[in-house]
């Protein structure tokens, strides 16, 4: 099986996550979709991170009448900060009869090569990427890319999370299993910071 590997905090996932993956989904040869859920990326803050179960929990109600999608916590078990190589080489391990692609955003394909083991990653993986606004896909890196127009919603968790924390409305745009689960346990209500894209 093709399964496509979909990274993030997903701090909360909202509709413009759900939007990547179902059109990465249908418009492309993957049979699955993964959400990984990462417990601490690299690249971001772990103090604003809402506890990983917790994100898992979330993402597992937006998709769970979706047919094709997954959530998955593989790297709970994996030494933390999370790092694609390392996941992918577990992964492999654990299922050798699939066979894997990393699904990424055109702005973090520009910044690939801050990534542990990039080269190697570029080498031997396919990268399914869908456009972000003022990023253009530049594959100077000779990586085995796919560039896969799926529609772009300007929605950021961290703008999420600051609605939240200013007692407003995230109706729309995030699913309502998922608003109802925030509201009902106080997630983000402390979580006050200046909106940015995510």
Do not use: C
């Not at 506890?51 to 047919?67: D, G, T, W, Y």
């Not at 709970?76 to 050798?96: G, N």
């Not at 009869?97 to 055109?106: A, L, Y």
């Not at 003022?134 to 000779?142: P, R």
């Amino acid at each position: 099986m093709k399964i496509g590997l979909y990274f993030g905090s997903f701090n909360p996932i909202h509709h413009g996550h759900l939007i990547v993956a179902q059109t990465m989904l249908q418009d492309t040869d993957l049979q699955e979709v993964w959400f990984v859920v990462s417990p601490q990326n690299p690249f971001k803050k772990s103090g604003k991170l809402l506890n990983e179960n917790h994100r898992f929990h979330l993402v597992e109600l937006a998709i769970e009448s979706a047919q094709g999608l997954r959530a998955s916590k593989v790297e709970f078990k994996l030494p933390r900060p999370s790092y694609t190589v390392d996941t992918l080489a577990y992964l492999k391990e654990q299922y050798p009869q699939h066979e894997w692609v990393i699904i990424m955003g055109s702005d973090g394909f520009q910044n690939i090569h801050q990534w542990k083991n990039a080269e190697y990653l570029m080498a031997n993986y396919a990268i399914y990427i869908y456009p972000r606004p003022g990023y253009t896909l530049e594959n100077q890196k000779n990586a085995s890319v796919k560039l896969i127009r799926a529609p772009l919603l300007e929605i950021s968790s961290t703008h999420i999370r600051y609605l939240i924390s200013s007692r407003k409305s995230i109706r729309y745009l995030v699913p309502e299993t998922v608003e109802s689960e925030i509201i009902r346990q106080h997630y983000y209500l402390s979580a006050m910071e200046n909106p940015a894209k995510e």
